[in-house]
């Protein structure tokens, strides 16, 4: 990992996964598409020592496989990081605005 | 930019519907989409005229990536791909990636406006794990 390349500037903040299917298929690409808007580079890990991954591919994010009750942190650094970290935080706490009692009895994703 | 155009070509028609249904719901909107599945007599199958029909409805200056199933499928995904023509055919990639996988994970890269190279590695990389 390279957590010593990334300059001081690199902001960090967690948030705790509570939506019932945890970060599967759908809220994956909801938080992919959310961090795509963002210039800034963003990265998503399970704990504050990485390994990090990039909160802009689908595929990484899905394989990370975070289930209910995980702590979720992201790091972002450029020039809208603030913005970033502030919005997928919402996102999470939000639960991914999901429909839980719908999503949560499906066994999908 | 418009974003890339995603394709879905099955051998079955129900499969393709399916696979489209899952991208709209979990990708959204912004990404052009356009599905066929089976042959020209409605089995199972695949139909170069339909694919390049399918083609056209999901096009996008931005390009179109084309995700198939099994053989047939990929060869006349191919095949269509080149009687578009010299001025189009260049926009058009066929994805080396699961149908269904690879359509959700190609529409999410696009929707964020990625290019068609980066759209078609995203798709294919489900397969390098």
């Known amino acids: ?12 903040a967690s948030a705790l ?18 961090a795509k808007s963002f210039a800034s580079h963003v990265e998503l890990a399970l704990h504050r020592d990485g390994p990090w991954v990039d909160a802009k591919s689908p595929v990484k994010i899905m394989r990370v496989k975070a289930p209910k009750g995980a702590m979720l942190y992201f790091r972002a ?8 970290i502030a919005s997928l935080v919402a996102l999470v ?3 991914f605005d999901e429909d839980e009692h719908e999503t949560g009895e499906r066994a999908h994703g | 930019m418009p974003n890339v ?29 356009a599905y066929t599945g089976g042959n020209a007599s409605g089995g199972l199958g695949t139909d170069v ?19 198939v199933d099994l053989g ?8 269509a791909i080149e ?34 190279d980066v759209v078609k590695r995203t798709a294919e990389e489900l397969s390098a794990q």
């Open chain 1, 93 to 95: 706490d939000s639960r």
């Open chain 2, 49 to 67: 005229a339909a694919i390049m029909a399918a083609i056209d409805r999901a096009w996008s200056s931005a390009g179109v990536a084309v995700l």
């Open chain 1, 77 to 84: 650094r450029g020039s809208d990081a603030r913005a970033a």
């Open chain 2, 72 to 79: 047939g499928a990929e060869t006349n995904s191919e095949m």
């Open chain 2, 83 to 116: 009687l578009l023509g010299h001025g189009r055919r260049a926009g058009v990639v066929v994805c080396n990636a699961p149908v269904v996988e690879g359509a959700v994970m190609a529409a999410t890269e696009s929707s964020g406006g990625s290019p068609l």
């Open chain 1, 17 to 34: 996964l509570t939506n019932a299917v945890g970060l599967h298929a759908r809220p994956s690409v909801k938080l992919t598409q959310l």
């Open chain 2, 5 to 33: 155009g995603i394709v879905i070509v099955s051998h079955s028609a129900k499969i393709a519907e399916g696979a489209a249904d899952m991208v709209r719901q979990m990708v959204g909107d912004a990404v052009p989409l």
């Open chain 1, 1 to 12: 990992m390279k957590e010593q390349a990334m300059p001081n500037s690199a902001l960090v």
